[in-house]
């Protein structure tokens, strides 16, 4: 969600028919023909699955830090894209009734 916000700020709202092309090629590729033909086909983690030689973590803590700064630096950054978006509406509101 943070990368589909950032990519309308870059990008504006173009942005949106660039990912839904996108996503209709990857379901051309893969023979889907709607959304429903992929619905409910994601597998559930299987760990047997995982190769032999890979470690086991040392602890609960990602690259990031503890799952819970990792849900904070997420919800500071949708925080921080509304707070650019609020402010580039009061900008413009503010260029009409006062000019540039």
Same mark, same amino acid.
């Given at each position: 969600?943070?990368?589909?916000?950032?990519?309308?700020?870059?990008?504006?709202?173009?942005?949106?028919?660039?990912?839904?092309?996108?996503?209709?090629?990857?379901? !051309?590729?893969?023979?889907?023909? =709607? *959304? +429903?033909?992929?619905?409910?086909?994601?597998?559930? &983690? $299987?760990?047997?699955?995982?190769?032999?030689?890979?470690?086991?973590?040392?602890?609960?803590?990602?690259?990031?830090?503890?799952?819970?700064?990792? !849900?904070?630096?997420?919800?500071? =950054? *949708? +925080?921080?894209?509304?707070?650019?978006?609020?402010? &580039? $509406?009061?900008?413009?509101?503010?260029?009409?009734?006062?000019?540039?």
């Amino acid at each position: 969600a943070v990368q589909l916000a950032t990519t309308h700020w870059l990008e504006g709202p173009s942005c949106f028919d660039r990912v839904a092309s996108e996503l209709s090629q990857i379901m !051309a590729k893969k023979g889907y023909s =709607s *959304i +429903a033909d992929f619905r409910g086909k994601l597998k559930p &983690y $299987d760990r047997s699955n995982k190769p032999r030689d890979a470690e086991e973590p040392k602890s609960a803590a990602g690259p990031i830090g503890p799952p819970w700064m990792v !849900a904070l630096l997420v919800l500071l =950054s *949708i +925080a921080v894209v509304f707070l650019l978006h609020l402010l &580039y $509406d009061v900008t413009t509101l503010l260029s009409l009734f006062f000019g540039s």
